[in-house]
């Protein structure tokens, strides 16, 4: 399977997004955050862009400070920018000042641009297990699918503190680290993932439905689902790719998800909702495509889940809840508004 800590753009030839990111949520569930490393390369150029973001959720006051920096580099400059091709062993400073460095135990770094003022101090404690969502190492090797998704570390502990403007969190934080690439982003999708169940401290679950676009955006396949749940310590996996097109998507739209899966052995049932954006924290980054084209990513780290495991014969394994969930929706519907990183959810 391939490297999960792998910086894929290293060995890009053509236009490529790819993003290494950190979420959390505080123990006591009233914070969060989202901490991503973006690199961009259009089709046809060889430079390439970096972006630096930091989202502060709260849930009391349903406001969300966001800081974030972006430098395009030269061709000679991120080669020497990429000289470990190992995402957990990257730094990078930029003219503005701002600067970020990861490696295995710890993140830091700090913003200082016209677009926010943020700063971050925080020791990782890592269970390293990855989730590869795709059940064959060949598909993340492939021209297809465009996107590629893994969870390079499922569950995992951060400790320390976050600051975006005058906003500041301190304490610790339990989440996962994420690991994505692609030529394109899906033409639509719902993605959710939750490490704080009220009935099981240990359970986590990773998932999403996506629908591609294909033959120059003249083909759309119908949804796409793959997801995960580990439980007991066990991993319950929703991923044959006989069955990913046949699941039964109930419902996908801006703030809410709703799927039932099944596998060879359980039933898997699950809702999300991400309840009125104007009353819980919910923020809207515009995403662009190597190809040129922007869409816009609505997302939340408290969103009401539920979600039920049972045996085909309807016997209960598992019901677990959360006001916990991250959930991640992008509709082709909506276009961004302009030409800044943040638009209105």
């Not at 200082?112 to 990782?124: N, Y």
């Not at 005058?166 to 339990?174: A, P, R, T």
């Not at 039964?248 to 703030?255: A, C, G, K």
Request: charged content about 25%; aromatic content about 10%.
């Amino acid at each position: 399977m391939i490297d999960p800590v792998a910086l894929v753009m290293a060995r890009a030839r053509d236009g490529l997004y790819e993003s290494f990111y950190f979420r959390g949520n505080s123990r006591d569930g009233r914070h969060a955050f989202w901490l991503k490393h973006n690199l961009l390369r259009r089709h046809g150029e060889r430079g390439v862009s970096l972006e630096i973001g930091l989202i502060l959720y709260d849930r009391d006051s349903g406001e969300v400070q966001v800081a974030h920096d972006r430098e395009d580099m030269s061709p000679q400059a991120f080669n020497a920018f990429a000289r470990s091709r190992n995402w957990e062993s990257l730094s990078g400073n930029m003219a503005s000042g701002s600067f970020f460095a990861i490696s295995r135990e710890r993140l830091n770094g700090r913003l200082h641009t016209a677009r926010g003022h943020a700063a971050w101090d925080l020791a990782l404690q890592r269970s390293d297990e990855v989730l590869y969502h795709f059940p064959h190492s060949r598909l993340y090797q492939l021209p297809l699918p465009k996107k590629k998704i893994l969870t390079r570390d499922s569950c995992m502990s951060f400790s320390g503190m976050l600051r975006v403007g005058d906003v500041s969190l301190s304490g610790d934080f339990v989440g996962v680290n994420g690991h994505n690439w692609g030529t394109e982003h899906a033409h639509e999708y719902a993605y959710a993932g939750c490490n704080l169940f009220r009935e099981d401290a240990d359970a986590c679950f990773d998932g999403f439905s996506a629908r591609l676009a294909l033959a120059a955006g003249l083909v759309r396949t119908p949804h796409l689902s793959l997801a995960a749940l580990r439980l007991d310590g066990e991993w319950h996996h929703f991923n044959a790719l006989s069955r990913c097109y046949q699941q039964d998507v109930r419902m996908l739209s801006d703030f809410h998800w709703s799927i039932v899966m099944k596998n060879d052995t359980h039933t898997l049932e699950l809702s999300v909702d991400g309840g009125n954006p104007r009353l819980l924290p919910w923020v809207a980054l515009n995403y662009s495509h190597p190809g040129g084209a922007r869409s816009v990513v609505k997302n939340t780290k408290f969103a009401r889940g539920r979600l039920r495991l049972a045996t085909h014969e309807g016997e209960a394994v598992a019901e677990l809840n959360s006001d916990c969930f991250e959930l991640e929706t992008l509709l082709p519907a909506n276009i961004p508004g302009s030409s800044a990183y943040v638009d209105t959810p």
